[in-house]
């Protein structure tokens, strides 16, 4: 490490408000929506997640497992899901059109830090994922991603750039796989 690197430079430039916001969602969260786990409770869910910030679909699901940064970077459409145990890492928006399906334990980045500084300033990177999209299992979608209408993304995928509609890729990094085909 070089002599002249500084510490300080490497702080956070949220805004007090952001920063006592996400206090007040981190205790909202422990209090009013993990502990509402059963299915009778998913109403329950959104309405805190509206409460907080977040613009999402009365008739989406929102598993009590999963770990959301900032509830007012989120929002989800129309019959889409939060599967149980993602991670929801929104500094920057993460937007999720209908008919979303990000499945269990998969983690959704919206920022990163510039490894070309010598801050390492942290940047944010908005996530869009279009309507009629999977996301399979355990799979990582990066910062500044746009995913293409009716994607499917394998299990276990890292995802660092756009996704084409129709596609379906994995991998890792992920990598076209082939375009994605309804047959009904």
Known sequence: M???YNMTETRHNFSLSNKIGRIVWSLGCLILFRPFS???FRKWRILVLKIFGARVSWN???????????P??????????????VDCYN???ITLGDNVTVSQKCYLCASSHDY????HHLFLA?????DKVWIAADAFVGPGVHIGEGTVVGARAAVFKNVEPWSV???NPAKFIKKREIKD
């Open 72 to 85: 007012w970077n989120l929002e989800i459409g129309n019959y889409s899901c939060l599967g149980q145990k």
């Open 91 to 93: 500094q920057g928006k």
């Open 38 to 40: 059963m299915r009778i």
């Open 116 to 119: 070309t500084s010598k801050s």
């Open 2 to 4: 070089s002599d002249s």
């Open 126 to 130: 908005p996530i869009k994922i279009e």
């Open 169 to 171: 890729v994995g991998g």
């Open 60 to 70: 989406c699901i929102v598993h009590a497992n999963v770990k959301i940064w900032a």
